[in-house]
């Protein structure tokens, strides 16, 4: 017996869908400006819910591995009235 994935509702069949287009690679990656950042640059990415931090780093870890040599680090920012994570390239 099969157990569901966590998070995954569980249902009998799926529907198979024909001739869905898959996003382009550019439009998935171009959330965030990696390739338009220098070293010492920085965005932030405000959230409503701490939880979000995994979330984010996943995304940084992934960039790091695509984008090298470049590299990037996120940091929680409470400052200011927003609250949420920074992300600086640092090389």
């Not at 198979?16 to 932030?44: R, T, Y």
């Not at 995304?59 to 927003?82: E, H, L, M, Q």
């Amino acid at each position: 017996m099969l157990t569901p994935l966590k998070g995954v509702l569980a249902v009998d069949k799926y529907k198979i869908n024909k001739n869905v287009p898959m996003p382009k690679p550019s439009q998935l990656a171009s959330m965030f400006p990696w390739d338009d950042m220098e070293v010492g640059d920085s965005f932030f990415v405000p959230v409503d819910d701490v939880s979000s931090n995994n979330s984010i780093r996943q995304t940084v870890y992934a960039s790091n591995r695509r984008r090298k040599p470049k590299f990037f680090r996120v940091v929680f920012d409470d400052g200011g009235v927003d609250f949420g994570y920074r992300v600086f390239r640092v090389k």
